[in-house]
């Protein structure tokens, strides 16, 4: 069956999952039937539907009419031979029992067209134990929603021993037409992909609790590794049993390694299972939460080590692509990054962008020294995110921008994010830096760049967009893009010439001279040069006087000194950026700098 000719989908089961995957279904034009055992569960179903659909026509999301549409194309029956009667999709979401399971499939296949698609909503069992009940099982697949699945965009599509190659094609279609984006699970194994590296990483928290404690694990997760939530109030979410269960499932399939903590082990016989009970990791009295400072003492990297390496087992084991893997993180377990991109960010044990507000001062600190804190698209966004921030709140009176470690402020944009950008892709960058240093200059409070080592490229752009830069006697200053046969793209064409002359701006960008801190000063690049081991206090020193400074008159300042025209030349410089993607010097200068050596331009 293509998903051409998909116009009817049975749903079975009418609980939470079933009644939100019809809804969805009928949401994206279907008609639908849904079938459940008692007509109890079909009004709670009904109910559940209006209201869901309800919140969404009150928030401005959908309209009247396209609910009461929505509303129209969805049946409800307690006749299984009724609800598969010419439907070409079947969606089973009732109870994780395969016996249950087996008796409703068989019954179901019997009843539904012969070339309909079956699909199975499980998120525990197996796809090709579940399709032992049907008659032909190269139609069975898994097509696994998330929790609400009006809400959560991603399906996992799983493939069976027996299911063909032409049914994974259609349901991922299916999932797609329904707004949803599918991942291609294409091996029948235990928790697919985001139960399993989720659940165990859970299990891998409660094994640090020895040495650890429960807050001050929660806490370093979400303040430094940028997980929404800590793994222990997770696990309190999603409740203990269900955390308990899966890993039993894990332990026998996948091994003794998975099998539940003790810690987790104890809260489920006492039956604290989380907030549902009122009482888990955390007691509910109260809402729990977890401050920065308790994260003080743990390593994120002790937790995050085993997330990666169970992600990698996934796709070494031919379930899933890496791809794939961190999109289901992200969409199916709401992580910011997937544990691929976090590898790829050098294990980020922290957040690669960090912000600290004291006194007064946000410091920003551009936080991936292992790639000499080389600019991402998604740091960019993060950047965009805390000067957004610092605009609204009033207690910040200065932002401060550092590197982390010691070798680097920033080296520029991440070069081996280039060669997957298209012209498209590349203007797109070169408009997000644009727009996001921009925001420097716009702020109405003063920014400090306080430079210790390399601020070339990217990073030498992002230090003169603001309004000060310090420098340690380390520091070296230039625009070497064109070492890579490439141009800068964050707005140094138009803000360089203005601060240092067109002179030496041009010999920084035309030849990549670099500048060290005192050249820099004599040029007016930069403000000031300090000993690198008395850097520290005197930029603490230098905020100081601004934080002290009169926020108004600071604010009116800094908007008189930049009162240029800088619309027309950043359109430019996207163009020009992302031109250079249309020819090959710029791929060979890449591959020059991956292989250090000195690269051979065309011309071309
Ligand atoms: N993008 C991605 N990775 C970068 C990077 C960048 N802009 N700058 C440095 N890195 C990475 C290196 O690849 C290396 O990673 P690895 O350890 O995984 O191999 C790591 O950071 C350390 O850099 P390395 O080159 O080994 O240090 P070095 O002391 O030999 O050289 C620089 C330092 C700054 C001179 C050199 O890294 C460099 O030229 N970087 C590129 C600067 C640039 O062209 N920026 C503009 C980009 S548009």
Redesign the pocket.
């Known amino acids: 069956m293509e998903a051409d000719k998909v116009q009817r989908v049975a749903v079975l089961g009418a609980g939470v999952m079933g009644h939100g995957i019809a809804q969805v279904a009928a949401v994206a034009g279907y008609d639908v039937t849904v079938r459940d055992i008692a007509q109890e569960y079909l009004d709670n179903a009904e109910a559940g539907i209006k209201d869901s659909l309800g919140r969404f026509v009150s928030r401005g999301r959908m309209s009247q009419e396209d609910m009461d549409a929505a509303l129209a194309r969805i049946k409800y029956t307690l006749d299984l031979g009724e609800a598969v009667k010419g439907a070409q999709l079947v969606i089973e979401a009732i109870p994780e029992r395969m016996e249950i399971k087996h008796k409703v499939w068989a019954e179901a296949a019997a009843k539904a067209p012969k070339d309909a698609i079956l699909a199975s909503n499980t998120s525990s069992l197996s796809i090709t134990g579940i399709a032992e009940a049907v008659p032909n099982p190269e139609r069975f697949i898994g097509m696994h929603f998330f929790n609400p699945p009006a809400i959560m965009k991603l399906v996992e599509v799983n493939q069976g021993e027996k299911t063909s190659e032409a049914t994974v094609e259609a349901v991922q279609e299916l999932a797609r037409r329904m707004g949803k984006t599918p991942v291609w699970v294409r091996k029948d194994a235990s928790g697919f992909i985001v139960n399993r590296v989720l659940v165990t990483y859970l299990n891998e928290a409660g094994k640090l609790l020895d040495g650890y404690g429960v807050e001050q694990i929660d806490a370093a997760m979400q303040h430094k590794a940028g997980m929404p939530l800590g793994p222990f109030m997770l696990s309190d979410l999603i409740g203990m049993d269900i955390v308990y269960n899966i890993l039993k499932v894990f332990e026998e399939n996948l091994g003794p390694e998975y099998a539940p903590c003790p810690r987790i082990t104890k809260l489920y016989e006492a039956k604290k299972l989380g907030r549902k009970t009122g009482e888990g990791f955390y007691s509910y009295e109260t809402r729990p939460s977890v401050s920065e400072e308790q994260a003080e003492g743990f390593d994120v990297k002790l937790l995050l080590k085993p997330f990666v390496e169970e992600a990698e087992k996934v796709v070494a084991e031919g379930i899933a692509s890496e791809e794939d893997v961190d999109t289901a993180m992200k969409l199916g377990a709401n992580l910011p990054r997937g544990p691929f991109e976090m590898k790829h960010m050098g294990l980020g044990e922290e957040r690669p962008i960090l912000t600290d507000k004291k006194d007064g001062v946000l410091t920003v600190t551009v936080n991936r020294p292992?790639?000499?804190n080389?600019m991402t698209a998604e740091m960019l966004e993060m950047i965009g995110e805390a000067l957004d921030a610092a605009a609204k709140d009033e207690s910040i009176r200065c932002v401060l921008f550092k590197g982390a470690g010691d070798?680097?402020f920033c080296?520029?944009?991440?070069?081996?994010q280039f060669p997957l950008l298209d012209v498209e892709g590349a203007r797109s960058l070169s408009r997000l830096g644009q727009t996001t240093y921009r925001k420097i200059v716009e702020l109405p409070k003063p920014v400090v760049a306080a430079v210790d080592g390399?601020c070339?490229?990217?990073g030498n752009e992002l230090a003169i967009h603001c309004d000060f830069r310090l420098a340690s006697e380390k520091a070296s200053f230039g625009q070497?893009?064109v070492?890579?046969g490439?141009i800068t793209g964050w707005g140094a064409t138009y803000i360089l010439p203005r601060l240092v002359g067109k002179s030496l701006a041009s010999e920084m960008m035309m030849t990549g001279h670099r500048l060290n801190a005192e050249e820099a000063h004599k040029a007016g690049l930069v403000n000031a040069v300090y000993p690198a081991e008395e850097f520290e206090a005197n930029v603490q020193e230098y905020v100081k006087t601004l934080v002290d400074g009169p926020p108004l008159a600071l604010a009116a300042m800094k908007k008189l000194v930049n009162m240029e025209d800088l619309e027309e030349a950043s359109n430019a410089e996207a163009d020009e950026f992302s031109n250079l993607w249309n020819y090959g010097d710029l791929m060979e200068g890449i591959r020059a700098?991956n292989e250090r050596r000195k690269p051979e331009f065309k011309g071309e």
């Open positions: 292992g790639k000499l080389s070798r680097a080296a520029g944009a991440d070069i081996s390399y070339l490229g990217g070497p893009e070492n890579l490439l700098f």
